[in-house]
């Protein structure tokens, strides 16, 4: 990722796209049709495939990356969680990964099960010794395969968590945790989903002027969500802990009874943000990137990169198919 980043123009721009592993045989051969599309009119520069906590989904997110890397040939960015996962687990993700030639991998701590979820004697084996953050899945990375995979590591604009909860942390608190996280050898950061730009402008500001110098040319790609649904992202906003700006708030409300109006109505508001966010890149030299979250949707989506122009440009010989493409994913 970091090489394909380098070779944009210094004011070039880039995307990607997230998705996750679906659950039957339908809803993957779905979205191999969908993907197939999403490559060849979106052009993402790179795509993300989610990791279900303690290796849920491992299979499944591995058949879903051999099909993103393998089958139709995308950059593929792999996440990976450490906590509550076995070494031996660990160790088999990254081989199945570096044998599917999958380069990238997004390394994260994960969520730990939940102590009402647990029996009563079954061991916390999220506070394992080996893996207890991030970071120490970042490092155990860098030891075992040294500059083989491009490790991004996860952050958080508006802290990891509300305050409310022992997890909650403002952004301040897990400042120094960043550092040190990059410090031992990430080599881009993505940002959790968010709506305030306010927010949004004071990380990137801080990282940016940040005394340590780790984040002065790291590529942040700002998280940002379609808004799929009026449910949804009430919903998504609470789990993320993303404020919802009064003023997005009412423009939501004022439709909230249909569907498809909550979805335009989304896709002003983060085409706005791209625009808001363009302003506060503009500050720092190099490509600027944006990622996003599909949901393993298309069509608001297909319809913010064409709003915000973020799809790159295609060779000439290319151009019929992919015009076409575009028109069909977004109708
Ligand atoms: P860490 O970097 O370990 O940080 C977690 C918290 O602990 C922070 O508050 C930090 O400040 C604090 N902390 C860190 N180090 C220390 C220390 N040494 N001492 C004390 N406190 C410390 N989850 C999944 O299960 N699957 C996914 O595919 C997935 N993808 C994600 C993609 C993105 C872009 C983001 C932003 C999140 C994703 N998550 C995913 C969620 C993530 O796993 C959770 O938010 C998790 O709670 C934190 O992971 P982390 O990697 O940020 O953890």
Redesign the pocket.
Known sequence: ITEKIAALPPDGEYFSLEFFPPKTAMGFSNLRVRLQRMERALRPLFVNV????GGSTSQKSLELAELCQREIGLTTCL?L?CTNMSQALIDQALEDARALGIRNI?A????PPRAEYRDADEPDQASSEEFT???DLVKYIRKKYGSYFCIG??A?PEG?GDGSHPEG?SFE??LP?LVE?VQAGADFI???LFFDIEAYEKFETTLRNHPSGAFKTIPILP?LMPIQSYAMIKRTAKLSHAKIPEETMARLNAVKGDDEKVKMVGVDIVSELIGQIREIKSRTPGPKGFHFYTLNLEKSISFILERTKLIPDVPEDEEAVVDETVVAAAQ
């Open positions: 989610t990791w279900g906590a996440h969680t997004l994260l701590r994960g969520d953050w991030a970071i590591v996860a958080y990891h942390q608190h897990d945790y996280k993505m940002t959790q998280g």
